[in-house]
């Protein structure tokens, strides 16, 4: 599996969980069990590291970061935080733009 392939895969999955969590059809901890499985997954992957970041993972990272650093009720309420996870949500599901300030990098 290719870092991309598997960056396509994850992000579609990692799309429904947060807005299941914000739809409060997933409790918090479904969604912190996602990000321990997907960094398991991760590590499992013969990654290359000279293979170069896509628009696409660096969202990824990002917002995958962010739901796992942030707690449960900031998540859910600061509405400054749920706009930018949003517009990262946007992105990899195809319907938004690029958001300029993701920092996400291969963990």
């Known amino acids: 599996m290719t870092v991309q392939s598997f960056i396509n895969r994850k992000a579609k ?12 059809k ?3 901890r ?3 069990l996602y990000f321990w499985d997907t960094m398991e ?4 992957l013969a990654a290359r590291h000279d293979e170069p970041f ?3 993972e660096r969202v990824f990272w990002h917002l995958l970061h962010q739901v796992h650093f942030w707690p ?3 998540l859910r309420e600061d509405p400054y935080l749920r706009t ?6 946007e992105y ?12 996400g990098v291969r963990p």
């Open 84 to 89: 930018e996870l949003t517009t990262c949500l």
């Open 72 to 74: 449960e009720s900031h």
């Open 92 to 103: 990899l599901e195809g319907d938004g733009q690029y958001p300029l300030d993701c920092v």
């Open 13 to 24: 999955q990692l799309a429904f969980f947060v807005r299941a969590f914000w739809e409060q």
């Open 30 to 32: 479904e969604m912190d």
């Open 41 to 44: 997954e991760w590590n499992q």
């Open 54 to 56: 896509s628009q696409k």
């Open 26 to 28: 997933i409790p918090y």
